[in-house]
């Protein structure tokens, strides 16, 4: 009796699990769920001309029109839009606004497939549109069938979960104890024994295990003849109106966020361009307009006109921006006072000889010897004048050039050193940029056009000023003079300079923020496909002035690309 039941608890066992592997495969034929079913789709229709592009959805009774120009993508108002078809009376749509458009009807609400004309008027120019419109059944409002009641009504999958309980009915004998306990083993007390509890406890845990595996086992999909689809990609159905990343990597973007996003496109157009090349600069001060004020001996501070000269502060050349007060040691002002003792003496003589001189004249005393004394009056006299207490001198220290000052390293009453740097002056319109780079600086070509552009993105023109012989950084610098200088700039600050040289190259030129990078970090651009899907294009790129660049490779001459709002599209997920 005990091995009857070990053996039926097994083949139960595998017919388990043989339903749960084969209960998933029939229905609907093996085909995989599709995540966006359980989303209502809505129904739309696109349609293109040689010029319009027009998608309309249908939700209940209203029919909402889209209309835009298929090269930039800009909705078109003012239009005149007339929709009929086979059963439908012709009617013009309302104009909502922003390209919109849209028609009441009761048709649009009634399921089925129809063929719809679209006759549009447009800024003197009239277009015949076409599309289907399929506006599906109403969705039965019930639960999930079960699996189970899927069995019942199926008879070849119950011949097969039988087979399978034979197959382990069968194994259930061939492994089963060589020896086993009398059947009608009972203890004193007519209770089943020890041995024949455990035997019935292993049964109910292989039913058990059996029960689990069998609700939790995958279904694999098995379809019936003539209903493979392995090699049938699944049909995607936008839900609603909301963007979506298809499988494929191209995003689904309906027609109302595209007018939210604002986005454009431009037919894409090969034409031949300077390549270009992009360096990093750092502004300088135009050397004939810079100037540097230095100390021309030791000595100390003192206020010009009652005030000591700032930061920032305008003035033109000759401009005294400080006082220097030169500073004596003590041997040299005792030197000094020798000095002019000596020469104080010497012309009290002069001037005593001189009297005496002019008592006797006549013919007694010649008259070159008293002009000789009188010069000598006069050397003395000069003398003493250069000899004159050193602390009364002030030196003016004038500025070298108009311009603003951008250094002032003085305070009143400093002492400094010769040769000290006290101003600097520079003209803010009148700026250099110097250029270091890897590409570029080497080629002996003619720089075409330069543009530098700062951190805050403002493009300030640049003329080509010369190259420098010497190496700096492993690269040869590049001097550009600034055309327009721009408030931002400011010396020593850090700008990025492109610069257009060589032989022409053909490229598609498009805007820089066309360009966006990709999951993998690599360029690409977005190509409209289809009035509601784009697609990316890996691309490769060169810099060309700083609000353009030059697509050498991934795009062709026709496509569309997205110019404004790529960023926004590169952020569906």
Known sequence: MIRLAVTAFTALSFGLIGLSAISGAHEGHGEAADPAAAIPATPRLAAEGADLALVATAH?????????????????DGATIDVMGEGIPRQTAKEIGNGTYAIEADWVHEPGIRALTFVVAADGAADLLAGVLTIPEAAEEHGPASPWAALLAEPVLWLVALTVALVGFVLGFVVRPVRLPPDDAEDEAGAPSATTARSLGKAAGIAVVALTIASAAPRP?????????AGEAAPVRPAGGAPLKLPSGEVFLPKASQRLLEVRTVPAA??????????????IADPSHEGRVQAPMDGQIELASGEVSYVGKAVAAGDVLALLAPAMPVYERGTLAQVTADVEGKLRIAEQKLQRLTRISGDYIPQR???DTR??????????RVLAPKNTERLELKAPVGGIISLADVRAGQVVSARDTLFEIVDPARLWIEAIGTQGTDDRSAV????AVDAEGHRIPLSFVGRAPA???QALPLLFKVDEPHASLGIGATVKVLIRHGAPVDGIVVPEGAVVRAPNGLPQVWVKVAPERFAPRPVRTLPLDG????VTSGLSAGDRVVVEAAALINQVR
């Open 60 to 76: 209940e009774h209203t029919l909402t029109l889209y209309l835009d120009r298929i090269a930039t993508n800009a909705p078109v």
């Open 221 to 229: 999909s098995f379809a019936h003849e003539g209903h493979d689809h």
């Open 270 to 283: 090969s034409e031949k361009t300077q390549a270009g090349a992009e360096l990093v600069g750092t502004v």
């Open 369 to 371: 010897e008293i002009e």
């Open 375 to 384: 010069t000598e009056i006069e050397s003395l006299r000069e003398q003493k």
């Open 448 to 451: 075409a056009t330069a543009v």
């Open 471 to 473: 190496l700096r950084q």
């Open 547 to 550: 609000e353009r660049v030059v």
